[in-house]
Antibody
Framework: EVQLVESGGGLVQPGRSLRLSCAAS????????MHWVRQAPGKGLEWVSG????????GYADSVKGRFTISRDNAKNSLYLQMNSLRAEDTALYYC??????????WGQGTMVTVSS | SYELTQPPSVSVSPGQTARITCSGD??????AYWYQQKPGQAPVLVIY???ERPSGIPERFSGSSSGTTVTLTISGVQAEDEADYYC????????????FGGGTKLTVL
């Protein structure tokens, strides 16, 4: 079964750090670029970050640039998002998704990050 | 930063045709993609590369492009089509970035 499973979310205080993980199965992970997309409660989708299959190309939304770092381990079929200096506005459900023909084809169910004191 | 603009809401009666637009300056140069999201669920791709339909997506979903506007058309709308719809494209500035529209709530009356 083709699957993406996110983990690592939780409640964290402003200014602290959190590392999200995304485990892939059922497809050839290193054939695809991977991305993180988030959705604040009751709001729309927001692209966060993306990484090419070999980590050679990386991009970040302006809202997270300099605070978040995306990485991947193809040997472990895993994608990561290191989130530092977290803010209340980072509170959201974080999805990982693969990129196929330019589209976000496979999505996980998301992991919730809540930034609050 | 690059933006995609969608209407916040569209309402149609069952059996009618719904059209959801998405506007952006780079759309003549970049493909658009459409996602359907129902409450409590992850988004699902319904159109890719402006007008291609993934396997398993009903034929009543179609996409088109004209200049800086792309359109998702749902013909013969059914109650189950009530959802939020998002367009998405790539930032044409050359950076490895993507962007979503603000989303459109489709209400089936």
């Amino acid at each position: 079964e083709v699957q993406l499973v996110e983990s690592g979310g939780g409640l964290v205080q402003p200014g602290r750090s959190l590392r999200l993980s995304c485990a892939a199965s059922g497809f050839t992970f290193d054939d695809y670029a991977m991305h993180w997309v988030r959705q604040a409660p009751g709001k729309g989708l927001e692209w966060v970050s993306g990484i090419s299959w070999n980590s050679g190309s990386i991009g970040y939304a302006d809202s997270v640039k300099g605070r978040f770092t995306i990485s991947r381990d193809n040997a472990k079929n895993s994608l990561y998002l290191q989130m530092n200096s977290l803010r209340a506005e980072d509170t959201a459900l974080y999805y990982c998704a693969n990129l196929d023909f330019g589209a976000f084809d496979i999505w996980g169910q998301g992991t919730m990050v809540t930034v609050s004191s | 930063s690059y933006e995609l603009t969608q209407p916040p809401s569209v309402s149609v009666s069952p059996g009618q045709t719904a059209r959801i637009t998405c506007s952006g300056d780079a759309l003549p140069k970049q493909y658009a993609y459409w996602y359907q999201q129902k409450p409590g669920q992850a988004p699902v791709l319904v159109i890719y590369k402006d007008s291609e339909r993934p396997s398993g997506i009903p034929e009543r979903f179609s996409g088109s492009s004209s200049g800086t506007t792309v359109t998702l058309t749902i013909s013969g709308v059914q109650a189950e089509d009530e959802a939020d719809y998002y367009c998405q494209s790539a930032d044409s500035s050359g950076t490895y970035r993507r962007v979503f529209g603000g989303g459109t709530k489709l209400t089936v009356l």
